[in-house]
């Protein structure tokens, strides 16, 4: 499977995987891909560090979807997994929105309301889990509305302008998802 777009009512997501994100950066130039997705220059270099280092190992990969509204569509975030253990059909799973003015609108609740069940259905995901910094109380309130467990803490588990952050670790199998 390399890209899919799932729709929701307010917000169209186009899922990359390793492979097509790989293609992506063979075919296009630096600006053709910024225009085609319409990423700023970080996010652009994000993505190229990732074709560098390899989103594909032995039985790790990596899925994205792009976020854009319907309305306008105007690129406001992303949603994916990463250390994707394919063999143990397990995942972390990230999101984000590039922008406070999209905040508190549900738009990343919307988009998980499309993804997970994709996640647990297409990708044949059985554990998916959520690092999540102990003071992003939004965060932590849009996993514990997919019905995510709190695991416990891991203790200085990221380096984020060279110091080391704690995480709360949240977990959801497949069989606890609940979508609205």
């Known amino acids: 499977m390399d890209s899919i777009t799932l729709s929701t009512s307010r917000l169209e997501l186009i899922g990359m995987s390793a ?7 063979e075919n ?4 053709q891909l910024i225009e085609k997705y319409m990423w700023n220059e970080d996010e652009y270099n994000r993505f ?7 989103s594909h190992m032995y039985r790790m990969s990596m899925y994205a979807f792009h976020l854009y509204t319907k309305e306008n569509k105007r690129h406001i975030g992303e949603c994916g997994l990463h250390t994707w253990n394919t063999k143990h059909h397990r995942s972390e799973i990230y999101y984000m929105l590039k922008s406070d003015e999209d905040k508190q609108k549900g738009y990343m609740s919307e988009a998980l309301n499309a993804i ?3 996640t647990f ?3 044949n995901m059985h554990r998916i889990q959520a690092l999540i910094e102990p003071k ?3 965060s932590i309130t849009l996993a514990e509305k997919f019905n995510f ?3 416990g803490m891991l203790r200085q588990d990221y ?3 060279e110091v080391y952050e704690d995480s709360v670790c949240y977990s959801l199998l497949k069989h606890e998802l609940k979508t609205y």
């Not at 296009?28 to 600006?31: C, G, M």
């Open 28 to 31: 296009y130039s630096k600006e």
């Open 116 to 118: 997970l069940p994709f």
């Open 48 to 54: 190229h560090h990732i074709v560098i280092e390899g």
């Open 159 to 161: 380096l984020v302008d």
């Open 149 to 151: 467990q709190k695991e």
């Open 121 to 123: 259905e297409t990708l």
């Open 19 to 25: 492979g097509f994100i790989n293609q992506e950066f």
């Open 136 to 138: 992003n109380i939004a």
